[in-house]
């Protein structure tokens, strides 16, 4: 079946780091768009970070920009967030996505979040 398994997150403080790894399988990983979303209490879920399905292009929300950096490894069927000088309105719970977009349809899948707290 298909899994989407986060690990990684924890408590940091202002100003340090956390790398988070989201271990995939059940599906053609090297196929499908990945991205990171959040979500902080109290509010909706936000697009972090996307990588296309080669690692080719990347997209940053603008909070994280020059910060975050995604990355993936297809033989490893693996995507990561190196995330640099967190703050603590990073602080969220911060899930996996993959998505695989056809004409008439879509498949997507989540994972069950890893949380991060950034402490001031």
């Known amino acids: 079946q298909v899994q989407l398994v986060e690990s990684g997150g924890g408590l940091v403080r202002d100003g340090g780091s956390l790398r988070l790894s989201c271990a995939a399988s059940?599906?053609?990983?090297?196929?499908?768009?990945m991205r990171w979303y959040r979500q902080a209490p109290g509010k909706e879920r936000e697009l972090v970070a996307v990588?296309?399905?080669?690692?080719?292009?990347?997209y940053y929300a603008d909070s994280v920009k020059g910060r975050f950096t995604i990355s993936r490894d297809n033989a490893k069927t693996t995507v990561t967030l190196q995330m640099n000088s967190l703050e603590p309105e990073d602080t969220a719970v911060y899930y996996c996505?993959?998505?695989?977009?056809?004409?008439?349809?879509?498949?997507?899948?989540w994972g069950q979040g890893t949380k991060v707290t950034v402490s001031s």
């Open positions: 059940g599906f053609t990983f090297s196929t499908y768009t």
């Open positions: 990588i296309t399905s080669a690692g080719s292009a990347t």
């Open positions: 996505n993959a998505l695989r977009r056809f004409p008439s349809t879509s498949y997507e899948y």
